[in-house]
């Protein structure tokens, strides 16, 4: 395939650094691609990847759900196929359901294709942002920082998702076909084997 196009969703949160740490991986890989924030329904319509960042998002949910048919068209898209790596808000986002550790059931507006329920801010405040190092087997055997803001962690999995690792017994990142999904920042850190995992992903769905 010539040039792949992968959009970062520009709505809020850490959108810039998704955007650089994709046009890298792409470069590492020698692969032609462009990378970029998209917020309309045209532009999400011809893309071959999407990632949804890291921010908050119930914010996220909200503004989706004001602006016309992007909800529907990124929901439509995921169920095609196209790949999706959705970060901290950007799991949460695609999860089928989320309450938060504090004030409990949040009713926000989610994608709901990962089949997983989500417990948001489930760190606690002593533990708000942190790094730790983590065992990620599909990655390879080198193990991978994690950076965590803020983060969720995933509880009740589905049959058809993988888990992709756990920290202290709660996991923290899971794949369900063209999914991806972490609680922490893997665009933050200077590890891109989850990108090109998600590329991996990319250049599979666009052979079709
Ligand atoms: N706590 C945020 C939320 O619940 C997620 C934090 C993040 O994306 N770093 O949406």
Same mark, same amino acid.
């Given at each position: 395939? +010539? ?11 850490? /959108? ?20 970029? *924030?998209?917020?309309? *329904? ?14 908050? +998002? ?10 016309? @048919? ?24 695609? +999860? ?5 550790? &504090? ?12 089949? &997983? ?11 708000? *942002? ?26 009740? &999995?589905?049959?058809?998702?993988? /888990? ?9 990142? &899971? @794949? ?6 972490? +609680?922490? !920042? ?8 989850? !990108?090109?995992?998600? /590329? ?5 769905? *666009?052979?079709?």
């Amino acid at each position: 395939m +010539s040039s792949i196009k992968i959009g970062v969703l520009g709505i809020q949160g850490d /959108i810039e650094e998704n955007i650089l740490s994709t046009e890298e991986t792409l470069k590492n890989q020698n692969l032609q691609g462009t990378v970029e *924030s998209v917020r309309y *329904s045209e532009s999400i319509a011809e893309l071959d990847g999407l990632i949804l960042p890291g921010g908050e +998002s119930t914010v996220i949910g909200n503004l989706l759900s004001i602006q016309g @048919k992007v909800f529907q068209t990124i929901e439509k898209r995921i169920t095609e196929g196209m790949p999706v790596l959705g970060t901290c808000a950007g799991l949460i986002m695609l +999860s089928k359901r989320a309450y938060d550790k &504090v004030v409990g059931e949040t009713k926000q507006k989610l994608f709901g294709m990962l089949d &997983v329920v989500i417990e948001r801010n489930a760190f606690g405040r002593q533990h708000e *942002s942190f790094e730790v190092d983590l065992e990620i087997p599909i990655l390879g055997k080198d193990l991978f920082r994690g950076i965590f803001i803020r983060a969720p962690i995933i509880n009740n &999995v589905g049959e058809n998702v993988s /888990i992709l690792t756990k920290l202290n017994g709660k996991i923290v990142a &899971v @794949k369900q076909n063209n999914i991806i999904g972490t +609680s922490f !920042h893997p665009e933050l850190s200077a590890d891109r084997r989850l !990108h090109e995992l998600f /590329i991996k992903d990319i250049l599979e769905f *666009s052979k079709n």
